[in-house]
């Protein structure tokens, strides 16, 4: 395959937001980046109906633009990138150190690892019935603020867990934490190349913006710890109030 299996973005600029890993102090601080609404199934990135075969080793090997191409295909989606990334895309092999199958059901994971491990993430969109995905350099693209994040919600971690290279974007509201707090510490869990961002908003809401692997992982955790805290709260509660009767 080559580059123009790709159809190049004309007239649109879809970069990589800035996600520096600060948390910032209000909504109106957020990167006035795009926010494409997850609210059907319908929106959710097809999976693939057929396998996809990995090539590897000397002429044969399979690249990242292939790997791609093949698996967007095998889900009925369209691939958007410009020439520069298509050209990366086509010269970078898909990495792996064997020919093997990727079973349907794990073809978009794996395909996004092998892309995160070069330094690309992606962007989806849904144009009525037609799903696109645009592959970003994460790498060139990070002082940017046009980046198309998928909304999602907790009932949608399950998905977000399965696409580890698609931005997102979640909103929690964690009643027992405070997250204007939460956000500083979680300064130390990210790293210093700007894939992550945390908002908070008022005490107990925040926001997390990302690629799907860092933003499930941290929801998970923070609901893990507000839940805690919660359980925390009703047992110092229930001992106060024995305490009081006693």
Known sequence: RSPAHIEPIRGANMNLTTLAPVALLGAELISPAITADLSSETFKLPPAAAEVFIRSGGDRETS??????????????????????????????????????????????????????????LSVLRHGGTHVVAVKSARSE??????????????????????????????????????????????????????????????????????????GAVAELLLSVNERAGARWQTQNEETEASSDG
């Open 64 to 121: 990242l633009l292939e790997a791609i191409t093949e698996t967007a295909e095998a889900s009925g989606v369209q691939v958007h990138t410009d020439a520069s990334v298509a050209g990366r895309l086509c010269e970078l092999p898909a990495g792996f150190d064997r020919d093997f199958t990727i079973p349907a059901e794990d073809a978009w994971a794996v395909t996004e690892h092998a892309l995160m491990q070069s330094g690309f993430v």
């Open 142 to 215: 990070l002082n940017q603020v046009d980046a198309v994040f998928q909304a999602v919600t907790v009932e949608d971690l399950e998905y977000v867990r399965e696409h580890p290279a698609i931005l997102f974007e979640l909103s929690l509201e964690l009643s027992n934490i405070d997250v204007r707090t939460t956000s500083r510490e979680l300064r130390m869990l990210i790293n210093a190349d700007g894939s992550f961002q945390c908002v908070p908003l008022g005490v107990n809401d925040i926001i997390l913006k990302g690629v799907g692997h860092r933003v």
